[in-house]
């Protein structure tokens, strides 16, 4: 396999988040209105009521490959899958590295996955990378079509170079751009899933971006930042690698950053939880804006 692969963790999120803020002419009015919707539905206990049932939301792969490695097995999809429900139902044993100040926000989030009736597409590219610009998600620039992004999820998997391991759209986007992507070396448990992000963990963070949720840090580096989640203390920026506990940034101590979060930028074997706050958010968005997507 190629050396060209990130060191620390990448997500090109908030990039794809600015790009449709200025091509696409809705799509701020359309954030707004799911931001609003959103703090409702929490606000009125609705998301509690969501988080109380399990919901299984529906996966479509879409293996796009230029070159045989690419070109990822069933088994790895279905890893990757597993990932997911593992993490997502708090069902992984490294949770027990949580420091017990935070254990009683860890939860289940009550969501499931699993692979749609026809869940893997496999489509032969002469691209041999794709970044942010959502080219991945068109037959026409290289890539594959959505498929019915109002009751499917759809996840690419492809080769999206050196710097970047992957990206989503926040709820309130293009159907035709809904999703998320992810860098074929991260993606899965298997095959070519590559150290320190071979956990699967890539997807289950930004399917947390796809399910609402901000980045710990609030996505500015000076303390300001807010990722609309009560119960995650501020952080001054990412984490990377392994932090050590405690991490105190932003007058935050003696706690410090909740690195451990899967909505920060820490190595897949280093996050292991949501919090309460992010659960109900994530539970807010099924109950409305995402509400089309349970099974």
């Known amino acids: 396999m190629s050396d060209e692969f990130p060191r620390h963790r990448t997500c090109g999120q908030m990039v794809v988040h600015e790009l449709l803020a200025e091509t696409v002419p809705d799509y701020r009015a359309n954030r707004l209105a799911?931001?609003?919707?959103?703090?409702?539905?929490?606000?009125?206990?609705?998301?509690?009521?969501?988080?109380?049932?399990?919901?299984?939301?529906?996966?479509?792969?879409?293996?796009?490959?230029?070159?045989?490695?690419?070109n990822i097995s069933d088994d790895q999809v279905r890893g990757q899958i597993d990932a997911l429900n593992r993490d997502y139902r708090a069902q992984n044993d490294d949770k027990a590295s949580v420091p017990p100040v935070w254990l009683s926000l860890l939860a289940d989030t009550n969501v499931a996955f699993e692979l749609a009736s026809d869940g893997i597409t496999r489509t032969e590219t002469s691209v041999d990378g794709f970044g942010v610009d959502n080219a991945v998600k068109f037959s026409d620039r290289g890539g594959a079509d959505a498929r019915e992004t109002d009751r499917v999820l759809n996840l690419w998997v492809c080769d999206l170079g050196p710097q970047l391991l992957g990206y989503a759209q926040f709820p309130g986007g293009p159907a035709e751009t809904d999703g998320v992507v992810i860098h074929y070396r991260a993606f899965g448990t298997g095959g070519t899933a590559t150290a320190p992000f071979h956990l699967g963990r890539t997807a289950v963070h930004e399917v947390g971006h796809f399910l609402g949720l901000r980045h710990i840090w609030g996505d500015r580096n000076d303390c300001t930042g807010n990722d609309f989640v009560a119960d995650t203390p501020p952080a001054k920026e990412a984490n990377v690698g392994k932090p050590v506990f405690?991490?105190?940034?932003?007058n935050n101590g003696p706690s410090g950053d909740m690195f451990m979060n899967y909505m920060d930028y820490v190595d897949d074997d280093t996050m292991v939880m949501f919090s309460v706050g992010q659960i109900a958010r994530m539970n807010a968005t099924l109950a409305g804006p995402r509400e089309s997507l349970i099974a």
Do not use: F, K, N, Y
């Open 34 to 70: 799911v931001e609003d919707q959103t703090r409702q539905i929490i606000g009125s206990g609705e998301a509690m009521l969501m988080a109380a049932r399990l919901v299984t939301i529906r996966v479509l792969v879409h293996v796009v490959h230029h070159t045989d490695e690419q």
């Open 246 to 250: 405690p991490h105190i940034t932003c």
